[in-house]
């Protein structure tokens, strides 16, 4: 297979779910030789990447202050010289493709687009639809994380593939290692509303204090959310049971110690860290909401599904799972049985697939 030159661009690399994604995909193709670059417009990075690859930072204008406006100039005045030119971009979240797409068509540089969250739970608003309606038309290739949207981005653009996060860790082994009593949850706290970590504070505020041993360990960055979620665990009395432990670089080391990974998301794409937390043996429960985790458990055989928002069913499901240490380990041993079409090398390789059918 020819090597390839492709270039990552996305707004920040801050903690997230598509900046991980793109930071997996990035090392995977640097480390298969192929010639990799991240091009971000704002803020720092949380993501160790390969030697490998170049980062291009075009971050500091004081006039073009919004992400859109800087993009669409500084891709324009890079691609304009050819020698800066890839085979091909790989573009991800919100309305970066409307800069993108542009410059892709301008300089003959093929583009795949990738959407990470389902369309009906999007913010559609006038640039949005005019992303969908009008530019996706020009692009040679969108990726989406679920069957669920195939149907509605076949009517936008010419080739939708179905392709799965990447799992960033390998699958845990010693899955009969000791753990602590610890429910983990993690994502980033200002998108609390998102997340549904208001709802999460209320659903362990009726299971934590009857069993005294037992933290909540909510792990991401966000001041503002850290400040309403704590005041909100202070409320309901649960603040020394529960554990705001702010962005981790170490999140491998925290789910291998902990027993329970709880997701209480209104919406997803497909959750990288439902994924995460699988591959290091926790017992996962999750909302079966519109779409994502449904691709990634399999109810009562290797985690559970909960009626979507139903909060009663959730706190007596998760004290269920507290109480059964046994059910816990059934579905650790059952883990290993969904990962295999997440993992970095499948992934890459349907990714590799893909690049080349458009170049």
């Known amino acids: 297979m020819s090597k390839i030159k492709i270039d990552f661009i996305i707004g920040r690399m801050l903690s997230g779910g598509a900046e991980r994604v793109v930071a997996n995909l990035a090392n995977y193709f640097a480390e298969n030789g192929h010639t990799v670059r991240i091009i971000t417009f704002s803020d720092a990075e949380c993501y160790e990447l390969n030697s490998n690859i170049e980062r291009i930072r075009f971050h500091n204008n004081k006039i073009l202050k919004k992400v859109l406006f800087r993009s669409l100039y500084y891709l324009f005045h890079f691609y304009k010289h050819k020698q800066n030119r890839p085979d091909v971009i790989s573009s991800h979240i919100g309305l970066m493709g409307l800069a993108t797409i542009p410059n892709a068509r301008l300089f003959n540089i093929k583009i795949i687009i990738s959407e990470h969250f389902n369309h009906i ?47 960033s860790f390998d699958m845990h082994d010693d899955l009969d290692s000791p753990r602590e009593k610890v429910i983990l949850a993690v994502g980033n706290l200002n998108r609390y509303t998102h997340k549904g970590f208001d709802n999460l504070l209320e659903i362990v505020a009726t299971v934590l204090p009857k069993y005294p041993n037992w933290k909540l360990k909510l792990v991401g960055a966000g001041e503002e959310g850290l400040k309403l979620l704590s005041a909100k665990s202070q ?30 998301s209104r919406y997803e794409g497909l959750p990288m860290v439902l994924i995460e937390a699988l591959s290091q043996g926790l017992a996962c429960i999750s909302y079966d909401c519109v779409s994502g985790p449904s691709d990634i458990l399999t109810n009562n055989l290797n985690g559970m599904l909960v009626n979507n928002q139903d909060k009663l069913e959730m706190s007596e499901k998760l004290e269920l799972l507290i109480s059964d240490n046994e059910l816990r380990k059934k579905y650790r041993s059952n883990s290993a049985q ?22």
């Open 121 to 167: 739970h999007q913010e559609i608003n006038f640039f949005q639809k005019i992303l969908w309606n009008h530019f996706y038309k020009h692009i040679d290739a969108l990726t989406i994380l679920t069957k669920y949207d195939q149907d509605f981005f076949e009517t936008k653009t010419k080739k939708v593939v179905v392709m799965e996060n990447p799992c």
């Open 338 to 359: 969904q990962l295999k079409k997440f993992t970095i090398d499948n992934v890459g390789k349907k990714w590799l697939k893909l690049i080349n059918e458009i170049i």
């Open 235 to 264: 409320e309901l009395g649960v603040s020394n049971q529960i554990i705001f432990t702010g962005f981790r670089s170490d999140i491998k080391k925290l789910m291998i110690n902990s027993e329970i990974f709880l997701l209480t």
